[in-house]
């Protein structure tokens, strides 16, 4: 995989504007939006996730199954990836891993998990949960899925199952069949004033309050209030999470500057230091 340091290098070298792609902007824009559900074209984002893969395997198409395979031989290099789809025909969460779609390749999994509703293209499938390329045929049964965090915002609880427990630890299953893993590690992007909330020492309590300024700030708050109170937090899980603050950046695909990325970076490091902090013994 990648290490920290080449992590750094591919986020200043990543040509943001490559990835709003599409012909004929305005014209083409609409026609998607209303034919296609989105209006940029998500390609690009597809094929730039296709060179980094291929960058570290020389299998720009590798799937999720194969990389279980790299994973299995040379654990210490490669690790199993799982990500998650909202999948709007069914109205459910879809997790796509070695364990469910095989055959998909690791590009198409993260193209599905990062699909924004409206502004990517939504992603298809067929019966046999393959990605369809170009329009489905006439009565073709198609399932359609966009950004898994939807309705899975901050799925902490994805590997809170037995099978996923480190050798060693036990624990009984609650009444859904779920542990609580203690090595899952998640990482949050939040406002300042919500991680002030979040990181007492009973963890979040309520939203923190959204001052409601102009139109983007009303955006925010209806945008945050909805998918917080959708995907509440269990309070355990305040123990098992890394809050970062994103400086008011706005979630929207768009260049920004190399200083304001090292702001970004620089955020993420703090965000990490306070959460080891919380975790020294008290005396």
Same mark, same amino acid.
Request: charged share 15%; aromatic share 10%; hydrophobic share 35%.
């Given at each position: 995989?990648?290490?920290?340091?080449?992590?750094?290098?591919?986020?200043?070298?990543?040509?943001? $504007?490559?990835?709003?792609?599409?012909?004929?902007?305005?014209?083409?824009?609409?026609?998607?939006?209303? /034919?296609?559900?989105?209006?940029?074209?998500?390609?690009?984002?597809?094929?730039?996730?296709?060179?980094?893969?291929?960058? /570290?395997?020389?299998?720009?198409?590798?799937?999720?199954?194969?990389?279980?395979?790299?994973?299995?031989?040379?654990?210490?290099?490669?690790?199993?990836?799982?990500?998650?789809?909202?999948?709007?025909?069914?109205?459910?969460?879809?997790?796509?891993?070695?364990?469910?779609?095989?055959?998909?390749?690791?590009?198409?999994?993260?193209?599905?998990?990062?699909?924004?509703?409206? *502004?990517?293209?939504?992603?298809?499938?067929?019966?046999?949960?393959?990605?369809?390329?170009? $329009?489905?045929?006439?009565?073709?049964?198609?399932?359609?899925?966009?950004?898994?965090?939807?309705?899975?915002?901050?799925?902490?609880?994805?590997?809170? /199952?037995?099978?996923?427990?480190?050798?060693?630890?036990?624990?009984?299953?609650?009444?859904?069949?779920?542990?609580?893993?203690?090595?899952?590690?998640?990482?949050?992007?939040?406002?300042?004033?919500?991680?002030?909330?979040?990181?007492?020492?009973?963890?979040?309590?309520?939203?923190?309050?959204?001052?409601?300024?102009?139109?983007?700030? *009303?955006?925010?708050?209806? *945008?945050?209030?909805?998918?917080?109170?959708?995907?509440?937090?269990?309070?355990?899980?305040?123990?098992?999470?890394?809050?970062?603050?994103?400086?008011?950046?706005?979630? /929207?695909?768009?260049?920004?500057?190399?200083?304001?990325?090292?702001?970004?970076?620089?955020?993420?490091?703090?965000?990490? $230091?306070?959460?080891?902090?919380?975790?020294?013994?008290?005396?």
């Amino acid at each position: 995989g990648y290490s920290a340091s080449e992590i750094v290098e591919v986020v200043n070298a990543t040509p943001v $504007q490559r990835l709003n792609d599409g012909r004929f902007l305005f014209f083409g824009g609409t026609h998607r939006l209303v /034919k296609q559900y989105g209006w940029y074209r998500g390609d690009e984002f597809a094929s730039y996730l296709s060179e980094l893969v291929g960058r /570290k395997t020389q299998r720009p198409h590798l799937t999720l199954g194969e990389l279980h395979a790299l994973a299995q031989q040379q654990p210490g290099h490669y690790r199993d990836l799982y990500t998650t789809g909202t999948n709007l025909t069914t109205q459910r969460t879809q997790v796509f891993s070695y364990e469910t779609n095989p055959t998909m390749r690791v590009a198409d999994a993260v193209r599905i998990s990062m699909s924004i509703p409206l *502004y990517f293209r939504a992603v298809l499938l067929d019966a046999q949960g393959n990605i369809i390329m170009g $329009q489905p045929t006439p009565n073709q049964p198609v399932q359609v899925l966009v950004d898994g965090g939807l309705l899975a915002n901050y799925p902490i609880d994805l590997f809170d /199952k037995p099978r996923y427990l480190p050798a060693g630890i036990a624990a009984a299953p609650d009444a859904r069949g779920n542990v609580y893993n203690p090595q899952t590690l998640g990482l949050r992007l939040d406002r300042a004033e919500q991680i002030a909330c979040d990181t007492t020492a009973t963890g979040r309590q309520q939203l923190a309050p959204y001052a409601v300024t102009d139109f983007n700030s *009303y955006v925010g708050a209806l *945008y945050t209030v909805a998918l917080e109170n959708l995907n509440p937090v269990q309070p355990a899980d305040w123990q098992r999470t890394i809050s970062i603050n994103f400086l008011g950046f706005s979630p /929207k695909i768009k260049r920004i500057t190399s200083a304001q990325k090292q702001q970004l970076m620089a955020s993420g490091r703090q965000g990490v $230091q306070a959460f080891l902090n919380r975790q020294q013994p008290t005396h």
